[in-house]
């Protein structure tokens, strides 16, 4: 669950040769950009994210799997692709740091219950502008989506970026967070930067067993995790994040 | 006698008493009951490339699906399917039992009130949460898992080992001794299960799925927990994992001393107790099965009988949706069978599976509170709470099951296995593993055991007794049958053409009521009439006339035995069979010795890679046999190497500074039973 951040998000846009943690996992699951990892040592491919390509969404069909087949990068790729630019997503969409089209959630393979035919990808997309998710069900083959099915209830798991702009957003809230005292308390220093902590964000609904937070579900909100590198984690328990409003809310 | 199948060569461990049967011609020839099943040509491949699992268990039995890691759910399976080890006995090729079968939701509420996590809708199983399945951990074959999304606008990509695959034991299957005290012959055998796993790290809890599929058709789905308990620092907060609140939690160490607002002040503290409440969706899919149906079955006593309390069983059929709650709408008896009626087993019993779920349900949450809840498969009904899909988001299983107003004929299992944890010393770092499970088991899927042996086969319904010696399956003859004059059965046989021999059926032994017997007449070895009678003709002169006599019982495999010869007039002489092989006996084995087979290297790299830019090289070797070892891939002067997964390996290098075209060598040395081979690409630094 733990990013090890040795870059600030800020940064990290312009940082294109630094190497980076792409945060969520406490085996360190490490975003490579450009340092050559020690392969021979390792057994069979190594566990970092890798930038495929010069990391531009494939525009042209890649080579496609049996229908059943789990998704190649390229595959998955070329869905977001098509599915971003579909005219069922709204012009103005913009994601979770406010730049130009939806934010991606994940992608995979309809269930096999549906019962469609050929290669097809269900992405899930949202879209901060409108708070609304997106289900986009792509035929790779023809290139199109077929189907598209949007909600203002359905929030999937956080993406890596929003547990990143969560995580920025609770460090520089200046509300009393009681997990920034307890990490003062114990470590001796403030917390200023995620690069000092590990963390993992997951979405968050309202389900009526907090006082507030009743806008979460319609908005997205994020509940972070956090730990020291030492792994104690800190009280996160006392707010969310809401990522629409990119303002933090007191559960209690 | 009907349709014969052969024998197949067993794994059963026959330990038979010194009481050695006499050797007899028993043949070993099934008379098969009524073949109620259809032989379904529909046994195509499952098209999922990478992702299909098919193996052979020790037994002979197999399975086949397709298993890859959703970004969300994790570890699923799809078009699950058996075949027995008995083969086409029961019917031929697989058969498919689910259609998919994951984990639906997670939740975990702490006891202290104080915080609860959805690990599946908030976090997922996919993604970066998934764990490589290395050496250290899969013990069996690890399936490469590809998994990529957008991080700061970017696409990128894994492809680490993910899911293991493994056959493990699963200790004895039956153990069977004919007799009470010693002798007879006992049948033993040990089983194994195909066993499917993935691990997921959601914070401090790590979480193996694994799903066992074992060699007699059942499947064992489970969750296991470990990583560590909560970890925190003692705290006067009652909203905190380690609290002062002894009722919420347990103490795992002396008193700790406390710090908030410059004070200190010693507490005893406790881990906070928690629940895991799992569901997983199960979409039934009993022999592709048009319409299923679904049966609740419950006990109840009537009343006392003569000698113990008389126990019925009560069948109900459920015909639309419903939620089933412990003590109100079944209780501890109480299970459920998904049924496909027009897939018959050979005694016309319809096939189905049984959920065996002997788990509790968490009650102080409405969604978790059915132990099951089944509704008619609606493609957007994906999770158990929180639903992710946009047809129909937020809703969970109760929301399912109200909405849905039709018949129960597709039907979707949501199994609900809580369990509650309440820390103790023992759990503290690294966690043990602490599971929660239910099983998936054949009810009347097959018409008997699926391993039966034939030794076994007659044993269908009710029986007396079988045992290898004085009541076998197979009859076995103790007196064998004679050929006399038909006129004068006491007289020694005077051959003459027109005189009628006549034959005996002999004496056999055999767990059949009765058997029925049929004769065949051979003239020096060759088959010329059938009948219990037979008249001599001009033909028979100068011959050895004998006959067989075959023994069998519907249900039952036949024997046959051969009688003494009769000689008619002088036989043309033949060559001395001889009982002996005429080959010479070796002392070493006949298999040739293990010959290295071939392989080849293939080279996955970008035609073009930019100056100063890492890039990936993946090498992927075949063969007819399994790829092992290492794979050394040089470029620009640079050598690297790394082991193989399932055949395949990745590298990266750095472009060098000068813009030209270089060469990717990969070699793969090769084993002992795969021959070594390289292949060479050429890569473009460009600026």
Redesign the interface.
């Known amino acids: 669950?733990n990013a090890t951040l040795s870059v600030p998000w800020r940064s990290?846009?312009l940082a294109a040769v630094a190497a980076v943690a792409?945060?969520?996992?406490?085996?360190t699951?490490a975003?490579?950009?450009?340092?050559?990892?020690v392969?021979?040592t390792?057994?069979?491919?190594?566990?970092?994210?890798?930038?495929?390509?010069?990391?531009?969404?494939?525009t042209k069909k890649p080579a496609l799997?049996?229908?059943?087949?789990?998704?190649?990068?390229e595959e998955?790729?070329y869905a977001?692709s098509i599915a971003s630019k579909d005219a069922s997503i709204p012009a103005g969409a913009t994601d979770v740091r406010g730049?130009s089209g939806p934010e991606?959630l994940?992608?995979?393979?309809?269930?096999?219950?549906?019962e469609t035919s050929g290669r097809k990808v269900v992405v899930?997309l949202y879209d901060y502008t409108t708070d609304t998710?997106?289900?986009m069900l792509v035929d790779l083959e023809a290139g199109k989506v077929v189907k598209s099915?949007?909600?203002?209830?359905?929030?999937?798991?956080t993406?890596?970026?929003e547990a990143d702009v969560a995580m920025q957003i609770a460090i520089d809230s200046t509300k009393d967070l009681l997990f920034k005292s307890?990490f003062e308390?114990?470590m001796g220093v403030p917390l200023i930067a995620p690069d000092q902590v590990e963390y993992?964000a997951?979405?968050?609904?309202f389900?009526k067993?907090t006082s507030k937070g009743q806008e979460c579900?319609e908005d997205r909100c994020a509940?972070l995790?956090v730990?020291t590198a030492a792994?104690?984690?800190l009280?996160t328990?006392?707010f969310v994040v809401n990522l629409s409003t990119k303002s933090i809310v007191k559960t209690q | 006698m009907k349709k014969g199948v052969g024998m197949r060569k067993k794994s059963l461990a026959r330990l038979t008493a010194a009481l050695a049967a006499p050797a007899l011609l028993t043949g070993g020839v099934v008379a098969q009951v009524a073949t109620a099943s259809p032989a379904q040509a529909a046994d195509s491949p499952l098209a999922c490339d990478a992702s299909l699992i098919e193996k052979k268990l020790e037994n002979g039995a197999e399975w086949r699906m397709c298993a890859r890691i959703h970004p969300v759910k994790g570890l699923i399976l799809e078009q699950i399917e058996f075949k027995p080890a008995t083969g086409d006995y029961e019917y031929s090729g697989f058969k498919r039992i689910i259609d998919q079968l994951n984990i639906a939701q997670l939740n975990v509420p702490y006891d202290t009130g104080h915080v609860q996590y959805d690990d599946i809708t908030s976090y997922g199983f996919g993604k970066q949460y998934l764990q490589e399945q290395g050496p250290e951990v899969c013990k069996g074959e690890a399936l490469p898992v590809e998994q990529s999304f957008t991080y700061s606008g970017r696409l990128v990509e894994r492809t680490i080992p993910g899911i293991c695959v493994q056959e493990d034991p699963t200790g004895i299957m039956t153990h069977a001794q004919e007799t009470q005290i010693g002798g007879g012959t006992l049948y033993v055998d040990h089983g194994t299960g195909l066993a499917v796993s993935s691990i997921s790290k959601i914070s401090w809890y790590e979480y193996q799925q694994r799903v066992v599929f074992d060699d007699h058709g059942q499947i064992e789905v489970g969750l296991g927990a470990t990583g560590d308990i909560a970890p925190a620092w003692a705290s006067t907060n009652p909203n905190s994992f380690f609290h002062n609140n002894e009722k919420t939690g347990w103490p795992l160490s002396g008193p700790s001393q406390v710090t908030s607002g410059g004070s200190t002040q010693t507490i005893q503290s406790y881990a906070a107790s928690h629940w895991h409440n799992a569901i997983f969706k199960v979409d039934f899919g009993i022999d592709k099965a048009e319409r299923q149906v679904v049966e609740q079955y419950d006990f109840s006593s009537p009343g006392a009988g003569t000698r113990a309390p008389i126990i019925e069983r009560q069948k109900t059929v459920m015909d639309a949706a419903f939620s089933s709650v412990a003590g109100v709408d079944h209780d501890e008896l109480s299970w459920w069978r998904v049924m496909n009626p027009a897939s018959k087993n050979f005694d016309g019993h319809a096939r189905s599976y049984e959920i065996v779920n002997q788990n509790y349900a968490n009650k102080t949450i409405p969604y978790t509170t059915p132990l099951v809840s089944f509704t008619n498969y609606r493609a957007c009904e994906e999770y158990a709470s929180n639903n992710l899909n946009a047809g129909c988001p937020g809703q969970n299983v109760l929301d399912y099951v109200a909405n849905d107003n039709h018949q129960l004929t597709d039907p979707v299992a949501w199994i609900n296995v809580g369990f509650h944890h309440t820390d103790k010393d023992e759990d503290q770092s690294p966690m043990p593993i602490h599971w929660q499970k239910f099983q998936l088991v054949p009810r009347d899927f097959f018409a008997q055991k699926p391993t039966i042996k034939d030794a076994r086969k007659c044993i269908n319904g009710p029986f007396s007794s079988v045992n290898a010696v004085t009541k076998p399956c197979t009859p076995e003859n103790t007196a064998a049958p004679k050929i006399t004059d038909k006129n004068d059965p006491t007289a020694a046989v005077v051959p003459a053409v027109g005189k009628t021999l006549t034959v005996s059926n002999g004496t056999w032994r055999s767990a059949a009521q009765s058997l029925t017997y049929a004769y065949t007449w051979f003239r020096n070895g060759e088959a010329v009439a059938t009948g219990q009678d037979y008249t001599l003709t001009e033909a028979d002169n100068n011959s050895v006339i004998t006959a067989k006599v075959t023994a069998s019982a519907t249900g039952f495999p036949s024997g046959t035995v051969e009688t003494a010869a009769v000689t008619f007039g002088t036989p043309p002489a033949t060559e001395d069979p001889t009982d002996e092989p005429t080959d010479e006996p070796t002392d070493e084995p006949t298999d040739e010795p293990v010959v290295a087979v071939s392989s080849t290297t293939a080279v996955k790299v970008a035609a073009k890679v930019k100056t100063g830019k890492a890039f990936p090289v993946t090498v992927t070797v075949k063969s007819a046999k399994p790829v092992t070892g290492k794979v050394t891939v040089k470029f620009n002067g640079k050598s690297k190497s790394v082991t193989l997964v399932s055949g395949k390996g990745t590298v990266k290098f750095t472009a060098p500074k000068k813009l030209a075209t270089y060469n990717v060598v990969a070699s793969y040395a090769g084993t002992d039973t795969v021959k070594k081979s390289s292949k060479t690409v050429k890569v473009k630094v460009v600026r």
């Open positions: 669950m990290r846009k792409l945060g969520l996992s406490c085996a699951t975003y490579v950009v450009s340092q050559d990892d392969a021979g390792e057994p069979g491919m190594s566990s970092d994210f890798e930038v495929v390509g010069n990391g531009d969404l494939p799997g049996a229908d059943r087949a789990p998704l190649s990068a998955t790729g977001i730049e991606f994940y992608a995979d393979l309809p269930e096999v219950g549906a899930a998710s997106f289900d099915t949007k909600s203002v209830k359905a929030q999937p798991p993406s890596a970026d307890e308390d114990n993992v997951g979405s968050w609904v389900n067993t579900g509940q995790m730990s792994g104690t984690y009280n328990w006392d």
